[in-house]
């Protein structure tokens, strides 16, 4: 019997030999019948005028073979080894941007390169310059490979702190300035679905690294992220799930200044306005090296947190927190149904984080006195009416297989009295730390086979 495949530009066809007293399987001959898969086309940037010389701008090359991908339908973007400075590019539906071993993405260090849009900023929706690499209402779309997405993004933090520490701090406007102190995004996903970010080593994002925001079925796997190259990035946080459902987020291993895996829902009279919650994301087997906490839930919580699973995660010094729940009294949701497990800690202070008062000076937006005239985006800051609807609300909470070593104090939880943090469980938790530390405004807590040992020989309480 011969079986062969070939392909023309239409279809896939067989030419099937078969002698005629022979006796096939028809299994056999239903493989051969079957149409032979067609290799996804490439489209190498460097054939529409890429340099990748580490000088040369390669903005508008880099597009053209990304959109002559789209054009074609499933196309593969690839790149010669080299380094290519880009402003922002845009992912379309179905194609690929393969980044080999070798390939370095290099963001230019200009703001016009990153062209004003509509999206979300910490919470709040409002026009910002747009990230790097975006994918922005498209579909299918997988950006992946061994190779290098650098934001260069010291120029961004410089500008962050002096126009904090210059400008805004001494007008009692320390809240305002993430806002107004514009930076790009490293990568960024926005009201999209079915896509995949594999693989790559992200470095020195000027904001924040991957936002995947108002998105559905997002896989994140293998990023390495490195944030603190050059310094200590004001604002990079590793990975934000904004408002987004269906989301895997497994085996990164990540440095940064900030939120490491971060779950966000919208910020105090915005958020509360698009109710959008984040939901159904499972976050497996990463690594946290440096930055704010291991795994946050917050602080923007207005649409609400639910349904999340945290499996396998080591968290290591000189992290603060192993699992961080943060919120204020103006961001209201409610944050419910969240499974934490396997959690390892080593020279992490707190490895168990909990305040629904966090960072007063940037959570609670006050106008001083004489300020007239104001963006819209403030305004939404500083109104949340009636108060109550500010207060955001824990339940049904699963935290079992915590090992911690070298921690300062075991737990630092506290809420409000008339918001408690309710149906939390505990169990299989063992925690060496300096002293038990505290739990304030619990109720229906649960707690089994807890073994914490501290050196002032202090007990832990539930009040």
């Given amino acids: 019997m011969t079986c062969t495949h070939f392909n023309s530009s239409a279809r896939s066809h067989v030419l099937l030999i078969v002698p005629m007293r022979s006796s096939i399987p028809l299994l056999t001959m239903a493989l051969c019948l079957a149409p032979a898969p067609l290799r996804a086309a490439t489209f190498e940037v460097t054939a529409y005028g890429a340099k990748g010389d580490g000088k040369t701008v390669d903005t508008a090359a880099i597009q053209k073979a990304i959109d002559a991908a789209a054009k074609a339908g499933n196309g593969v973007v690839t790149f010669h080894p080299g380094v290519y400075l880009s402003g922002a590019l845009f992912l379309k539906s179905r194609t690929e941007l393969r980044l080999h071993e070798g390939v370095e993405i290099r963001g230019v260090q200009l703001l016009a390169a990153y062209p004003i849009m509509q999206t979300r900023v910490a919470g709040i929706e409002m026009p910002w310059p747009s990230a790097l690499i975006n994918v922005y209402e498209q579909s299918h779309v997988k950006i992946g490979g061994k190779g290098v997405v650098d934001g260069d993004g010291k120029i961004w933090w410089d500008k962050y702190w002096r126009m904090r520490r210059e400008e805004y701090e001494p007008k009692g406007l320390r809240w305002a300035v993430d806002y107004d102190c514009r930076r790009p995004r490293l990568i960024q996903v926005y009201k999209s679905t079915d896509v995949d970010l594999q693989g ?13 925001c108002y998105s559905q079925r997002v896989t994140v796997d293998g990023l390495v992220i490195r944030a603190n190259i ?52 499972r976050i497996y087997d990463n690594t946290v090296r440096a930055g704010a906490a291991g795994v ?53 202070a707190t490895p168990v984080s909990i305040t629904l008062n966090w960072n007063p000076s940037y959570s609670y937006a006050r106008l001083p006195e004489g300020i007239k005239d104001m963006p819209a ?22 935290i079992s297989g915590l090992k911690s070593t070298g921690a300062q104090r075991a737990f630092a939880v506290s809420s409000y009295a008339d918001s408690p943090l309710v149906d939390f469980e505990f169990k299989d938790i063992e925690i060496e730390a300096k002293t038990a530390g505290t739990i304030a405004n619990a109720q229906g807590w649960k707690m089994e086979d807890m073994r914490i040992k501290t050196a002032d020989g202090s007990t832990l309480t539930v009040k």
């Fill in 230 to 281: 050059d310094g200590r990035g004001p604002s990079t946080d590793g990975v934000d799930i904004d408002s987004s459902s269906d989301v895997l987020v497994s085996h990164c291993d990540i440095e940064n200044n900030d939120d490491a895996i971060c779950l966000k829902a919208g910020r105090d009279a915005d958020g509360l306005r698009v109710n959008r919650p984040t939901e159904k994301v």
């Fill in 200 to 212: 790559l080593t992200l470095k020195r994002p000027g904001f924040w690294t991957v936002h995947i």
């Fill in 296 to 348: 946050t839930i917050g602080s923007e919580t207005s649409g609400g947190i639910r349904d999340i699973e945290v499996k396998g995660l080591m968290v290591l010094s000189p992290v603060p927190a192993g699992i961080l729940f943060k919120s204020a009294s103006t961001r209201g949701g409610t944050i419910e149904n969240i499974d934490i497990s396997n959690v390892t800690t080593v020279g992490v």
């Fill in 377 to 398: 985006y403030w305004r939404v800051l500083t109104e949340v009416v009636p108060p109550a609807l500010g207060l955001p609300h824990f339940r049904k909470i699963k």
